[in-house]
Each structure stands twice: as C-alpha cells, then as structure tokens.
C-alpha cells in the first residue's frame, strides 16, 4: 500500500441525486430526496477515492466503518457536492472524514474507514 497523501488532504465528488437515489423500500418511493441509504453509498465512494491511489495492484480496499449525519434534504435532480478529508492512515487502514454540501449548505456529515487488503 503506497500513502502519497498527507494527512488533511480533500477529494472532492460530485454526483447528482437521480431517481434510483431517492428514499424507496420494496419499490416503492417514500418522497423525491436524496435518501440516506444512497448518500451513504455516495460518502463511501468519495472516501475510496484516497483507496483508489493507495492500493497496489494486488490489494483491494473493504469498507469498515461508516457514519451518517443526514442533516438536510436534497431534491431529486439536484447536485451534490462531497468532500472528504483524509484523517489518518495506520496498519493498512484508512480514515477519513466527509461532509455533502448543496447550495452552499452542509446536508450531511460523518465518517468512514476503510482496510487495504491483499486480494485472494
């Protein structure tokens, strides 16, 4: 596992809230907003993206932690910034730190960890 980052360092990404990333159980939508379940998925990959330069050809990063503050509601169609912040790196683990802001409001918050491991 390489570490070319320094601790405090952002990616950011951007991705717009679709239809199959609102609130829905069993097929059916709840309301047309940003559901928590998707903007997890959305953190997660703004998080992996350190992950994506770190790990070697033969690794593979696995999810390990997540938490979610899901403060604000997004309107499906809108766009949506993350920014996550790389917090630290230790024993092949990384952690980082994110924020989702739309219209220059911060809708949600949290963290994620991820393991880099050798692939089988």
């Not at 980052?5 to 950011?12: D, L, P, V």
């Amino acid at each position: 596992m390489r570490q070319p980052f320094q601790i405090g360092e952002q990616k950011r990404y951007r991705t717009r809230v679709t239809p199959d990333k609102v609130a829905q159980f069993h097929g059916d939508t709840v309301h047309p907003y940003y559901s928590t379940f998707a903007l997890a998925q959305d953190a997660e990959w703004a998080c992996r993206l350190f992950v994506l330069d770190m790990k070697e050809e033969d690794e593979e990063g696995i999810g390990t932690f997540l938490s979610i503050h899901h403060i604000g509601s997004v309107p499906e169609g809108s766009e949506v910034e993350i920014v996550a912040t790389l917090l630290w790196v230790r024993d092949r683990t990384v952690h980082c730190s994110y924020e989702v802001w739309w219209e220059n409001q911060r809708v949600a918050y949290g963290e994620q960890t991820q393991k880099v491991l050798k692939k089988r």
